[in-house]
Antibody, heavy 129, light 113 residues
Framework: QVQLVESGGGVVQPGRSLRLSCAASGFTFSHYGMHWVRQAPGKGLEWVTVISYDGSKKHYADSVKGRFTVSRDNSKNTLYLQINSLRLEDTAVFYC??????????????????????WGQGILVTVSS | DIVMTQSPDSLAVSLGERATINCKSSQSLLYTFNSKNYLAWYQQKPGQPPKLLIYWASTRESGVPDRFSGSGSGTDFTLTVSSLQAEDVAVYYCQQYHSTPRTFGQGTKVEIK
């Protein structure tokens, strides 16, 4: 069965960096676009970034552009999110999520416009001094 | 960016009664080339990740009870729970996947009256 397992979270001081990982199993990871979505405590869902199936295309929310970098290693079935210059407002649970469809229309070539059919359990990042 | 606005922010419904959540997008989510509305609904219970309920605005995900239904087209969409059960207490989110960045509504909290 499809599984997505995040790791790498914790308590970090403002200005420091962190790398989150999302280990995928149960499907052909290299066929699907992947996303990161975050949720601040008691708040709603905020889409963060998407990466195409082969890692060649990426797109970020304006709120994280320049500080967050998404990447993937298809040989290891793992998705990453590098977060630099952490801010207090980055405190959130970070979820990785899979595009439901591996092919179809995309407003960005190489990235399919699809809903998210599988989500990880989430990993908490707390930014605190 | 497409802005998604849900209403109401919260609602309390008696067990067995109907719950209706609305979602409005700032631009049409319908692509005419395939006649599909790029709109999904998710359910999130406390301490859990979101769970896909509905996609293409009205297609129920496998395993989702048929008391959940989605409707609408263009910019106006509705999630209906026909007969609310205790296990349906959750926050519900709509999401557009018509354009990148993908955006979510602010969420609607459903409780038992």
């Amino acid at each position: 069965q499809v599984q997505l397992v995040e790791s790498g979270g914790g308590v970090v001081q403002p200005g420091r960096s962190l790398r989150l990982s999302c280990a995928a199993s149960g499907f052909t990871f290299s066929h699907y676009g992947m996303h990161w979505v975050r949720q601040a405590p008691g708040k709603g869902l905020e889409w963060v970034t998407v990466i195409s199936y082969d890692g060649s295309k990426k797109h970020y929310a304006d709120s994280v552009k320049g500080r967050f970098t998404v990447s993937r290693d298809n040989s290891k079935n793992t998705l990453y999110l590098q977060i630099n210059s952490l801010r207090l407002e980055d405190t959130a649970v970070f979820y990785c999520a899979r595009d439901s469809e591996s092919a179809g229309y995309g407003d960005i070539p190489g990235i399919v416009n699809s809903h998210f059919d599988y989500w990880g359990q989430g990993i908490l990042v707390t930014v605190s001094s | 960016d497409i802005v998604m606005t849900q209403s109401p922010d919260s609602l309390a419904v008696s067990l067995g009664e109907r719950a209706t959540i609305n979602c409005k997008s700032s631009q049409s989510l319908l692509y005419t080339f395939n006649s599909k509305n790029y709109l999904a609904w998710y359910q999130q219970k406390p301490g859990q990740p979101p769970k896909l309920l509905i996609y293409w605005a009205s297609t129920r995900e496998s395993g989702v009870p048929d008391r959940f239904s989605g409707s609408g087209s263009g910019t106006d969409f509705t999630l209906t729970v026909s007969s609310l059960q205790a296990e349906d207490v959750a926050v519900y989110y709509c999401q557009q996947y018509h354009s990148t960045p993908r955006t979510f509504g602010q969420g609607t909290k459903v409780e038992i009256k």
